[in-house]
C-alpha cells in the first residue's frame, strides 16, 4: 500500500506547474449560423444535427484561418500589455490545410505580428492540439521565456463538410491564442497540466492508402474500420480509462477536487458524444461547464479550451481566485487536462 501511494505522490509532483501565468488571451470567432437557419438553406440535414445540440455554428466568410490567427495574437499580445517582440516562441496549431500546403504558417503569423526575435514552430495533434501545446511550452517557460501559443483552423468546403465530415460534431471556423509568461498574476495561473496517450487507438483515424483522396473528408469510415479492428469494448474502455486518469491527475495536481472546480471547459463536440466520453463518465454536472456557449459555437478544432477560458474571463462566468479545469482529447489518441487558477 505505501509503494502505492508513493507512486501516486510521485505522478501528481510530476503534473504539478509552478510559476506559469496566463499573461493575455485572445479569440476571433466569425458571425456564427443558426443551425435552423443552417437547415432551411439546405447547407445541412436535420439528420446532421440532430444529436450535437448545436445551435449554431461560426463560420468564416472569405477569410482564412492564419488571418483569424493574426487577430487573435494581436489581441492576446495586448492583453498581456507586451510588445510582439518580448516573445520567445511561437507555437502555432492547425488541424486543416485549407488546401494552402507546404506553407509555414506560423512564420507568417509570426511576421504578421511583428515577433521577429521568436522562434516559430508548429504543432498538430487533432483536436488536443491547443492544450498539448501549452504542455509544450511549459518548460520553456519555466526557464524564463515568454510564449504565445495560437490556434486556427477553417473548414471549408469541398475539402470539408463541417455538418457531416466526422458525424456528431459540427466543425467551426475560429482562431485563440494565450501568452504564457514566468511569475503569477495576469489572467491566471496553471496549476497543474496532466497529459497521456492510446497509440493504440491510432487505426481509428487512419485512412486507407490504397483509396484515392475523395472530397469531403469521411472521418466515419476509419472510425468504423478501427473500432471493428480493435474491438468496441476495449476501445471504450481504454477511451475511459486515460481520460479518467488525466483528470485525476490534474486535480490530484492542482491540489483540489472535482467538486471544488468552479467551472469544467470541454472540448465543442456534439453532446452525445461529450455525454458518452467526458460528461457521463466523469460524472460532471451539466451546468457546471461551459457548455452553453459552446453549444453555440461549434468545434474549433484545437481551439475550444482556449476560446473557452478567454470566453469565461471575458464574459464574467468566473471571477478571481475560482478554479476552472479545461479538458481535451484528440485522434490518435492524446488527452491533455489543464487546471487554472483564475486571476485578477
Given at each position: ?5 508513493g507512486s501516486i505522490c510521485?505522478?501528481a ?5 509552478a510559476d506559469?501565468?496566463?499573461a493575455?488571451?485572445?479569440a476571433c470567432?466569425p ?8 437547415i432551411?438553406?439546405g ?12 445551435t449554431?455554428?461560426c463560420i468564416a ?9 493574426v487577430r487573435?495574437a494581436?489581441q492576446?499580445i ?7 517582440q ?12 485549407e ?14 505580428i511583428?515577433?521577429?526575435?521568436a ?6 495533434q487533432?483536436?488536443n ?7 509544450l511550452?511549459?518548460?520553456h517557460v ?9 490556434t486556427?483552423d477553417t473548414f471549408?468546403?469541398p ?10 460534431t459540427?466543425?467551426a ?10 511569475g503569477?498574476g495576469g489572467r ?5 497540466l496532466?497529459?497521456?496517450?492510446a497509440?493504440e ?17 469521411d472521418?466515419r ?5 478501427g ?5 468496441l469494448?476495449r476501445v ?10 488525466a ?10 477536487a ?6 469544467f471547459i470541454l472540448p465543442n463536440?456534439?453532446k ?5 466520453q ?8 451539466w451546468?457546471?461547464?461551459?457548455w ?8 474549433l ?9 478567454h470566453?469565461a474571463i471575458a464574459?464574467?462566468?468566473v ?9 481535451g ?7 491533455s487536462v489543464?487546471v ?5
Amino acid at each position: 500500500m505505501s509503494k502505492t501511494r508513493g507512486s501516486i505522490c510521485m505522478r501528481a509532483r510530476q503534473d504539478v506547474v509552478a510559476d506559469v501565468s496566463i499573461a493575455g488571451l485572445g479569440a476571433c470567432l466569425p458571425e456564427q449560423l443558426s443551425t435552423a437557419d443552417a437547415i432551411a438553406a439546405g447547407r445541412c440535414s436535420e439528420a446532421d444535427v440532430r444529436r450535437t445540440g448545436i445551435t449554431s455554428v461560426c463560420i468564416a466568410a472569405n477569410t482564412d484561418g492564419p488571418a483569424l490567427a493574426v487577430r487573435a495574437a494581436r489581441q492576446a499580445i495586448d492583453d498581456a500589455e507586451i510588445a510582439a517582440q518580448d516573445i520567445d516562441l511561437l507555437l502555432y496549431v492547425r488541424n486543416h490545410d485549407e488546401g494552402q500546403l507546404l506553407w509555414p504558417v506560423g512564420s507568417f503569423v509570426q511576421n504578421e505580428i511583428g515577433a521577429h526575435r521568436a522562434k516559430s514552430v508548429e504543432v498538430r495533434q487533432m483536436s488536443n492540439g491547443g492544450l498539448a501545446a501549452i504542455g509544450l511550452a511549459l518548460p520553456h517557460v519555466q526557464s524564463g521565456k515568454t510564449v504565445l501559443v495560437v490556434t486556427a483552423d477553417t473548414f471549408p468546403a469541398p475539402q470539408f463538410n463541417r455538418w457531416s465530415s466526422d458525424p456528431g460534431t459540427v466543425y467551426a471556423d475560429g482562431a485563440a491564442a494565450v501568452v504564457l509568461r514566468p511569475g503569477s498574476g495576469g489572467r491566471g495561473s496553471i496549476l497543474s497540466l496532466a497529459e497521456t496517450a492510446a497509440p493504440e487507438l491510432e487505426l481509428m483515424s487512419r485512412p486507407q492508402r490504397d483509396q484515392p483522396d475523395r472530397w469531403p473528408l469521411d472521418l466515419r469510415s476509419p472510425t468504423q474500420r478501427g473500432t471493428e479492428t480493435i474491438g468496441l469494448g476495449r476501445v471504450v474502455e481504454t477511451l475511459e480509462s486515460r481520460q479518467a486518469d488525466a483528470l485525476e491527475r490534474a486535480l490530484e495536481g492542482a491540489g483540489t477536487a472535482s467538486s471544488d472546480i468552479s467551472l469544467f471547459i470541454l472540448p465543442n463536440l456534439g453532446k452525445a458524444r461529450l455525454s458518452a466520453q467526458i460528461v457521463g463518465p466523469s460524472e460532471l454536472e451539466w451546468d457546471n461547464t461551459l457548455w452553453s456557449w459552446g453549444r453555440t459555437v461549434g468545434h474549433l478544432g484545437a481551439g475550444d479550451q482556449i476560446a473557452g477560458l478567454h470566453h469565461a474571463i471575458a464574459g464574467g462566468r468566473v471571477a478571481p481566485g475560482d478554479t476552472v479545469c479545461a479538458l481535451g482529447v484528440g485522434g490518435g489518441f492524446s488527452w491533455s487536462v489543464m487546471v487554472v487558477q483564475i486571476g485578477n
